[in-house]
């Protein structure tokens, strides 16, 4: 009788181990508090997502109504990735929202705001680059056309 709970009980084991779990969608590590490692943490996970679970988890976050520190911050990190004034600038008002922090968690948000308005400056700069030099091309351009009308053609 001792051998066959055993056995019974060793069965059941290995059956029990071999039993796969239900589907389930994996944990987000969304930072519930806001503290500096957490949110370092969460950059890095940003950081390391591919365009498509970006915009998945984008897509997710912009679909919430309420959304608590850490959420928004997470919303303005994943903002900041995309290639748009429009983005940065949403994640810079994100970064604007978030509620009162400690002083190094304080420091952190106003070094990535300072970024965002650096980015987005460079980005208004550039365009306007581009701009300036489209219009000394199209002048260019201009003057070879009229130094072309002024020269006299030449009789052989």
Do not use: H, W, Y
């Not at 290995?14 to 806001?34: I, K």
């Amino acid at each position: 009788m001792n051998l066959k709970t055993l056995l019974f009980a060793g069965l059941v084991l290995t059956l029990g181990a071999c039993a796969t779990q239900p589907d389930q969608p994996p944990a987000r590590s969304t930072p519930a508090g806001l503290n500096t490692a957490a949110l370092s943490g969460e950059l890095a996970r940003v950081a390391a997502l591919t365009g498509e679970q970006r915009r998945r988890e984008l897509a997710a976050l912009e679909n919430e109504r309420r959304l608590d520190d850490g959420r928004r911050f997470l919303l303005a990190a994943l903002l900041e990735r995309e290639d748009s004034v429009d983005a940065l600038e949403r994640s810079l008002k994100t970064l604007g929202a978030i509620g009162e922090a400690d002083a190094r968690t304080q420091a952190l948000l106003e070094l990535m705001k300072k970024s965002l308005r650096a980015r987005i400056e460079l980005r208004q700069q550039t365009l306007r680059a581009q701009e300036l030099q489209d219009k000394l091309d199209q002048i260019k351009a201009l003057e070879k056309s009229l130094q072309q009308r002024a020269t006299p053609p030449r009789t052989p």
